[in-house]
């Protein structure tokens, strides 16, 4: 394993003004709610890192977003693309009280390949004592399309597998497994345009301060989610872990939201902080 490596960023806050990811007002609390226009993105760079607040492992490479935290492997082998890429954690409890979301998910793509994203998970929310979860799935730049609850019921501790498969570039499928109940879901997806053709240089393992109706949703205090199993596999059937992946921490208004442990090459740990 390599020593520690600190990655300097560019010298911009990229919250790819495209896709209108600003940073939360003050108060968003009609904006958690359960509603149409629901999407997560891919990553935005920040400018600094600050390793001095960073709690991951010395041997882990370590950059800072403002709308990721969890583990990326930003390309695979030469010659190889990736293919799928798996990960189980446990559903979080939310605090009473307050409001903010968050959603935890598995993908391939929207790091350095940054025009598409074939991810699924979970989100949580929490809006007037309300708390809300749900599964869903996008192909990026979709938006979010959440999955019935009567398919897919979802509760606070349940056990769920997510499973990103793309069997060629502008093909996948999604496998959700909720390891408590035993429910599966699956679809298969075609990219939503050419310009959204996945490249299979980016598996990742994320939760996510996703954006709603155009702006950032305020951050939910989700205690910790630890993936577990996590693995990406490339087009030459190698098993690739998360123990070479590079670490991002969310990080807005110069604050740092989250703490990533890398626990083993198939575990990682995120917190809220």
């Known amino acids: 394993m390599k020593p520690s490596t600190i990655l300097r960023v560019s010298t911009s806050l990229c919250i790819f003004s495209s896709l209108a990811l600003s940073l939360p007002p003050r108060n968003l609390s009609d904006n958690i709610s359960r509603k149409p226009l629901r999407r997560s993105n891919p990553s935005s760079h ?15 490479t370590i950059q800072f977003s403002g709308n990721w935290s969890g583990a990326v492997l930003v390309s695979p082998p030469a010659g190889e693309i990736f293919t799928s890429a798996v990960g189980t954690f446990t559903v979080p409890s939310l605090p009473s009280g307050g409001d903010g979301a968050a959603a935890a998910w598995v993908g391939i793509d929207g790091d350095t390949f940054a025009t598409a994203i074939l991810q699924a998970g979970v989100f949580f929310s929490i809006s007037d004592d309300t708390v809300e979860y749900g599964a869903w799935y996008e192909w990026w ?23 990103i498969e793309a069997t060629s570039s502008s093909e996948g499928t999604v496998n959700l497994i909720n ?19 996945l490249g299979g240089q980016n598996a990742e393992w994320i939760v996510e301060d996703y954006t709603q109706n155009g702006g950032l949703v305020p951050l939910v205090n989700w205690g910790t989610v630890t993936f577990l199993n996590a693995s990406a596999l490339t087009s030459a059937n190698k098993k690739l872990g998360v123990e070479a992946a590079t670490v991002f921490e969310i ?4 604050d740092i939201f989250t703490s990533v442990i890398v626990n083993s090459d198939s575990s990682l740990s995120i917190s809220y902080t």
């Open 46 to 60: 920040n400018e600094v890192l600050h390793p001095e607040n960073s709690n991951v492992a010395t041997n882990t």
């Open 141 to 163: 730049p979709n938006f979010a399309t959440d999955i019935d609850a009567d398919d897919f019921p979802i509760s606070a501790g349940d056990v769920i597998t997510v499973n």
């Open 179 to 197: 390891e408590s109940s035993g429910v599966s879901f699956t679809i298969n997806l075609t990219s939503p345009t050419k310009l959204s053709f």
């Open 251 to 254: 990080e807005q208004f110069n």
